[in-house]
């Protein structure tokens, strides 16, 4: 007798998402942002999906009060959170847009569609000084 026959099998695959099922991104982000809030009935969610079903749009909003703890020092807190709900869609075979309402970062302009990415303008080159010389430094004189 082998020590495999012993050993019964799952019925079910672990790990794996069907095809049909989508995260759902109101908990998940509900669940990572409230902690930060001080008011957490303040939160909105709202979540789109594309008409594909592979691209998610989350818009959030909160108490202007609470942005700091949010977005954390430098951006850690959002960016954190930024990479947990696209952890989550892309393991759902999904792509997703966290925005914030009243932050700078929009994306105004930009098709919902549109399977291009998000870029950046390319950077203003640096205008030279004078006849391209380093300037003379002068002595100081007492």
């Not at 966290?98 to 919902?112: P, V």
Request: glycine content about 8%; charged content about 25%; aromatic content about 6%.
């Amino acid at each position: 007798m082998s020590l495999n026959r012993l050993v019964q099998k799952p019925h079910h695959k672990v790990g794996k998402i069907s095809a049909t099922t989508s995260p759902d991104y109101v908990e998940l982000v509900r669940f990572l942002i409230q902690p930060f809030l001080d008011s957490p009935e303040s939160l909105s969610i709202d979540c789109e999906m594309s008409g594909t079903g592979k691209r998610a749009w989350i818009r959030i909003a909160f108490d202007s009060s609470d942005k700091g703890k949010v977005f954390g020092r430098g951006g850690r807190n959002i960016q954190a959170i930024r990479t947990v709900v696209a952890a989550a869609a892309t393991a759902a075979g999904q792509s997703v847009y966290l925005d914030i309402y009243g932050s700078t970062a929009t994306r105004e302009g930009l098709s919902f569609d549109d399977d291009t990415e998000e870029r950046l303008p390319p950077p203003k080159p640096r205008e030279k000084r004078g006849n391209g010389h380093k300037p003379i430094a002068r002595s100081r004189s007492r």
